[in-house]
């Protein structure tokens, strides 16, 4: 899928990753679906060696900040690898803009969290971010 709205999407929001089909709910106009894969060969995460073999592929699916007034799913295909050179055990890939404590996106956790501060209610935040 080659498309001017994918491609900035991906090169602004999903770096090192390229959106490879954009789907909608067919129960609601409101909810799109965003297939993301790895754009680059993978890398070792332990010695930035590309002398790895891909031992298996993986999909998370998160959460992010609307767009365009639509809640977005992100399906994200990621790699387990193993590295040849340093031998290490096996490594995940890296998702630059996936949270860490959260199934969402960072972006998506910093609004949230901006939002709580500003004193709006958790059920007002709930509603708003459908997360």
């Known amino acids: 899928m080659t498309c001017i709205v994918s491609d900035f999407l991906s090169k602004n929001f999903f770096p090192g990753f390229k959106i490879t ?4 709910s067919e129960v609601s106009d409101k909810d799109i ?8 060969p993978p ?24 767009l365009l007034g639509c809640f ?7 790699r387990t690898i193993k590295c040849n050179y340093c ?3 096996y490594a995940t890939e890296d998702i630059p803009f996936y949270s860490d404590s959260f ?12 939002d709580l501060e500003m004193a709006c209610s958790i059920t007002d935040t709930d509603h708003f971010f459908y997360i």
Do not use: M
């Open 103 to 114: 199934r969402v996106t960072k972006k998506a956790e910093e609004s949230v969290i901006e």
């Open 72 to 78: 977005v799913t992100l399906v994200i295909t990621y």
């Open 33 to 40: 679906t965003l297939e993301l894969e790895s754009a680059e």
């Open 43 to 66: 890398v070792c995460p332990h010695c930035g060696s590309h002398n790895v073999v891909v031992h298996e592929y993986r999909q998370r699916v998160i959460k992010d900040e609307k």
């Open 87 to 89: 031998e290490c055990k």
């Open 21 to 24: 089909n954009i789907s909608f």
